[in-house]
């Protein structure tokens, strides 16, 4: 009797997996939409083009659909115009000739030899043929970065080696930072993601003649590093010392720079400056920042 059971329990779930296994796994109509992959992208005034993903998520076997969009500066401080700042290489509406996946906006930039700050544009997405919805993200920024700014060596994106005094090896660290221009003085940049993504934004002047970087000090990078009872504690940035336990709250920081965008600070010194440990020091660091 016990076996005839097990028999007829072996046979139930065989049906019931060869039912489910059959099943189709359907998309549903009402997710289908239009959108871009992201919503910010930036390209060099001196590059040949940047290509702009967009997207149609749809079930297989939809029909071909258009897409159109608009070129739009609202909002934008130092707006990019079109014609002088850049062109779209094939204007009209993107294609879709199956009726999903993606297909391209190109934008090419346009370089001059003036000196005119980074610039910015929206392309936003506005019909379609099937009257699809738009998704979340139906607006992107596109930057052009002038490459005649002055401290154009020194923008973009870092990886940042941060080699510990307190525990070499062990309390070492590696930061992903970006640089951008100051839009009120051309001599500043401001650098973020120092330490982790999401501190603070803080600022740097650079020194052309003496090719250096400075740092003023006592600048926050905020609630960025936890205690053992897991509260957030903040930390601002100080010129430190080899010993690591005092920093040096007056002076600022200063640092190499070379043609090629390597910046190279040491001492850099973190100051808890909240928490428990207010006034401590947290580490002191050598770092070598290699532009990407």
């Known amino acids: 009797m016990k076996n005839t059971h097990k028999l007829l329990c072996l046979l139930l779930m065989a049906v019931i997996f060869t039912s489910c296994k059959n099943e189709p796994i359907m998309f549903d109509k009402s997710k289908t939409f239009v959108a871009f992959a992201y919503t910010s992208a930036s390209v060099n005034e001196n590059a040949n083009s940047v290509d702009i993903p967009v ?15 608009e070129v739009v500066t609202d909002g934008i401080t130092n707006p990019a115009v079109e014609g002088i700042d850049f062109t779209i290489v094939s204007e009209g509406p993107i294609n ?31 019909t379609n043929s099937k009257d699809y919805p738009n998704g979340a993200e139906n607006e992107i920024t596109v930057v052009i970065k002038d490459d005649e700014h002055p401290l154009f060596n020194w923008i973009g994106t870092y990886y940042v080696e941060a080699i510990s005094y307190y525990k070499p090896g062990i309390n070492d660290e590696f930061w992903i930072v970006t640089t951008e221009p100051d839009p009120k003085d051309v001599n500043y940049l401001i650098i973020n993601g120092v ?98």
């Not at 997207?55 to 969009?69: E, F, I, W």
């Not at 346009?110 to 000196?115: E, G, P, Q, T």
């Open 55 to 69: 997207m149609v998520a749809a079930v297989d076997g939809s029909p071909a659909v258009t897409v159109d969009y």
């Open 96 to 126: 879709f000739p199956d009726g999903s996946g993606y297909a391209f906006i190109t934008v090419h930039p346009i370089d001059n030899a003036l000196f005119t700050g980074f610039k910015s544009f929206k392309l936003r997405l506005t």
């Open 195 to 292: 330490a982790t993504e999401g501190s603070n934004p803080i600022k740097a002047k650079i020194d052309l003649e003496e090719m250096k970087i400075i740092l003023a000090p006592g600048q926050s990078l905020g609630d960025i590093y936890f205690d053992e009872n897991n509260d957030p504690f903040a930390v601002s940035i100080y010129k430190g010392t080899e010993s690591v336990d005092i920093v040096n709250k007056d002076e600022p920081l200063i640092g190499d720079i070379q043609n090629d965008g390597t910046i190279k600070i040491d001492l850099w010194g973190e100051g808890i400056t909240s928490g428990q440990y207010k006034n401590e020091v947290l580490d002191v660091f050598n770092t070598t920042w290699t532009k990407q």
